[in-house]
């Protein structure tokens, strides 16, 4: 682990802090989106707003899995729940997102449905092997990390002719995400949003590799910086975004060398395409419809799917009106501008799906960061 | 042969240790019952007390303090690296009452046991809690068996409650914690609830990690003998330090200041929690305990704690604050500050 110790040391990120604050221009702002959940959670959990110059803002980007879903795919997943002889795998972190009119999965669970936390598609392929008699279903989330595990779980279960097997899939794409905070007209109007750059994701990028940037460091003007999660290397991308910045640049660079290349991992990719297909629309928590922002099983893998193996429909839902989630997922809101934030929502009884995940930036300032509202 | 010198001869047989399994007859109340407590409970536990065969224990009253505890243990596995559900449910108890600075001297036990559990593996914690309740000096002294129908528990569960004698002098609770205090930690932290989660099903990564569980009543006796000023004890079981710390907090109305870079937490555990999405802070120990102290006293109770070996990596993590709004923070290791909360509703499986 001293790879660890090496992304965490207090010296080096003093003389990075250092560096920021001296090349920081005074006359101008730096509001910098870390598009990952993954980024948030460690820019609360080591402080490192503390490091940073009060002209440089972090704004909290909609790269949290749990938080994108829109309520209508959550109500599904609670249908399929509650059907005869169903075990639904899911994430722990799900079965606390609030559905439509109060419902959740722990509920349901509570009701008698029969819901299994996993940590891993495979943990839920095991339990379609131990369970013949009954239909297990995969709750599958998440971005380019955890589609491609999916893909090689589906292409077992093909293999092994386990038919009680499907998966509810839910993957989404992040550069449809990047393109879609940056395009928008809804986003833009609100003209809340201005971002000079971007922190980009970590292990997103592991998978689909650097190149699909660079479409937006050259139409929209916006450096960005993949980055890893640790402190030192967050700093490190600060740093690079600052003085890209400064130079007027507009690039892709790639501090998370260590784990990241320009074309990615080739064979996750082929994993990918060989099962899914992209899907014509997705909807998105607070970036509403996307074109082809998020994925479908090939017709080949149809009998996997769950959606058709089980004629389920999307039926959307708009959540409650009062959570802010929406905004903040487009960077338009601070989770402190929602009036449930702490009062009436908190992690023990969340409103809204950005106070569930640990990524989510309503469940990071609450857990971290609220004594800040305090002290200012 | 008649019948009643068969139904004899069947209950004369031992019970077959190797093979064979709970059923109904076990909890019914009747010979098979009988049987099961003398030969696999009475023979593990082995003492006056329980040898005499009554429904309840009966002992001296001593003078001073007395303090009782109880716990349930629903472990999942019910072996672990490092223990297993019968020493667990001794440490567990025997740290509850040990944490009033007092002295543990009786524990009850009442196991819920499912039909056709392995009479094995029921010989098996048995033993390892007699060991464990000798090895801390505490007595089993009384006891309970049920047993229930397959599918109405998982495999084992047990309930101990345990009995104790507070020195005179000694006064620790939760709400004594003032500001300005020292907050000592008595070893690294997340060992117990990392080493049950990675031997979960499904959750099975090539690790070292063992669970901490130990009976830290020994520990303690030394502590307040050399440091009667003592004002908070507490053991970070379930929630970990952070919600441990979030308690006493809200009990003593107090806020606290930690530094990170004087928290133990063991490479591995640090790995694993990585892995997993989690806080060595909000995973549970079952051998490590947070005192709180008057900052005096707190580099004598620091050497005491290290000359001790379930202390030997003891540490100052921080002070005790002033703060009406009662939060934990902690100057991280790079150099900004974080609260230290409760986790919410976090699916933890079953660890203690
Ligand atoms: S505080 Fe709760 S209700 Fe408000 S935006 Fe966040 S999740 Fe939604």
Known sequence: MKHLDEYRDAETARRLAASIHREADTDRRYRLMEFCGGHTHAIFRYGIEDLLPANIEMVHGPGCPVCVLPTGRLDMAIRLAKRDGVILASYGDMLRVPGSKGQSLMKAKADGADIRMVYSTLDALKLAEANPGREVIFFAIGFETTTPPTALAIEA??????????????????????????????????????????????????????????????????????????????????????????????????????????????????????????????????????????????????????ERRFDEPYIASEGNKACACPAILRGAKKPTDCRLFGSVCTPETPLGSCMVSSEGACAAYYSYGRMRERTQ | MNVASRASRSASRRLDLAAGRVDLTHGAGGRAMQQLIEEIFRPAFDNPMLARGDDQAAFEVVGGRMVMSTDSFVVSPLFFPGGDIGSLAVHGTVNDVAMSGARPLYLSAGFIIEEGFPLADLERIARSMGEAARAAEVAVVTGDTKVVERGKADGLFINTAGIGVVPPGIEISGDRA?????????????????????????????????????????????????????????????????????????????????????????????????LLGLDPLNVANEGKLIAIAPAED?????????????GRDAMVIGEVTADPARFVRMATRIGGERMIDWLAGEQLPRIC
């Open chain 2, 298 to 310: 707190a580099g004598r109770l620091l050497g005491v704690l290290r000359r001790h070996p379930l």
């Open chain 1, 157 to 306: 279960a093909a293999k092994a002719k386990l038919g009680n097997f499907s998966v509810f899939c839910n993957h989404v794409l992040t550069p449809s995400a990047i393109a879609a905070i940056l395009e928008a007209p809804a986003v833009r109007d609100l003209g809340a949003v201005e971002i000079d750059g971007f922190l980009g994701p970590a292990h997103v990028s592991v998978v689909i590799g650097s190149q699909p940037y660079e479409f937006f460091a050259e139409e929209y003007r916006k450096p960005v910086a993949i980055s890893g999660f640790e402190p030192i290397d967050i700093l490190q991308s600060i740093l690079m975004l600052v003085r890209q910045l400064n130079e007027g640049r507009a690039e892709v660079e790639n501090q998370y060398i260590r784990a990241v290349t320009r074309d990615g991992n080739l064979r996750a990719k082929q994993a990918v395409s060989r099962i899914f297909e992209l899907r014509r629309d997705f909807e998105w928590r607070g970036l509403g419809h996307i074109p082809y922002s998020a994925l479908r099983l090939k017709d080949a893998y149809a009998a996997f799917d769950a």
């Open chain 2, 178 to 274: 003032r500001a300005g205090d020292a907050i000592l930690i008595s070893g690294s932290m997340g060992d117990h609830g990392v080493a049950i989660m990675a031997h979960r099903a499904g959750l099975e990564f090539e690790t070292t990690i063992v669970s901490d569980s130990a009976a830290l009543n020994g520990l303690v006796a030394d502590m307040v003998a050399s440091v009667p000023t003592i004002r908070v004890l507490r053991d970070p079981t379930r929630g970990g330090l952070a919600a441990t710390l979030n308690e006493i907090c809200h009990q003593s109305a107090v806020g606290m200041r930690l530094d990170e870079a004087a928290i133990p937490v063991r490479p591995e555990v640090l790995g694993a929690c990585e």
